[in-house]
T-cell receptor, first 109, second 113 residues
Framework: QKEVEQNSGPLSVPEGAIASLNCTYS??????FFWYRQYSGKSPELIMF????GDKEDGRFTAQLNKASQYVSLLIRDSQPSDSATYLC?????????FGTGTSLTVIP | DVKVTQSSRYLVKRTGEKVFLECVQD?????MFWYRQDPGLGLRLIYF???????EKGDIPEGYSVSREKKERFSLILESASTNQTSMYLC????????????FGPGTRLLVL
């Protein structure tokens, strides 16, 4: 079982809709959770991090963490075509960083 | 702003050549990482280093070696390049601490012919 699992997609949403991206992880001791955005041909860039159960909002982005169910999600409100990218979930467990394989998101104008 | 730079954006090498990829960070980070990224496989950790002259194998170290002689510089070496090492190589650095994120360099797209 992989440490971090993501649905590879592709996920398509119309412009202005809410995009919902999900990630599950296997290590209950995981401490920190990150969402990265990666445009085609570019390197990943951090967009959100979350450490505590519940929601964390930053502009149009909301990260949700549920440690009991071992999932973390990212909601993108008012999706824009510029949000079209691959979104990587990452988890720190112990002293190791684990990445999911990413979910491809396309926002259709 | 954290800056992580990589020596080349694109590189073309021949099978059997020795290849050096360099990564430099300017934020005094303790930890540095080398990944390769291939379609459908995500980011795979090759090696990481948590201090000068220290290195740890990641998930796919075979065919690679690393060097960290100075804190800011982490080099990835392909001893004898093979076609299956054609990939995007990403370097990252992070401060020590479990709550700190990684910062990525721009990547090197390597083609081995």
């Amino acid at each position: 079982q992989k440490e971090v699992e993501q649905n590879s997609g592709p996920l398509s949403v119309p412009e202005g809709a809410i995009a919902s991206l999900n990630c599950t992880y296997s290590d209950r001791g995981s401490q920190s959770f990150f969402w990265y955005r990666q445009y085609s041909g570019k390197s990943p860039e951090l967009i959100m991090f979350i450490y505590s159960n519940g929601d964390k909002e930053d502009g149009r982005f909301t990260a949700q963490l549920n440690k009991a169910s071992q999932y973390v999600s990212l909601l993108i409100r008012d999706s824009q075509p510029s949000d079209s990218a691959t979104y990587l979930c990452a988890v720190i467990a112990g002293n190791q960083f684990y990445f999911g394989t990413g979910t491809s998101l396309t926002v259709i104008p | 702003d954290v800056k992580v730079t990589q020596s080349s954006r694109y590189l073309v090498k021949r099978t059997g050549e020795k290849v050096f990829l360099e990564c430099v960070q300017d934020m005094d980070h303790e930890n540095m990482f080398w990944y390769r990224q291939d379609p459908g496989l995500g980011l795979r950790l090759i090696y990481f280093s948590y201090d000068v002259k220290m290195k740890e194998k990641g998930d796919i170290p075979e065919g690679y070696s690393v060097s960290r002689e100075k804190k800011e510089r982490f080099s990835l070496i392909l001893e004898s390049a093979s076609t299956n090492q054609t990939s995007m190589y990403l370097c990252a650095s992070k401060p020590a601490g479990t709550e700190e994120t990684q910062y990525f360099g721009p990547g090197t797209r390597l083609l081995v012919l």
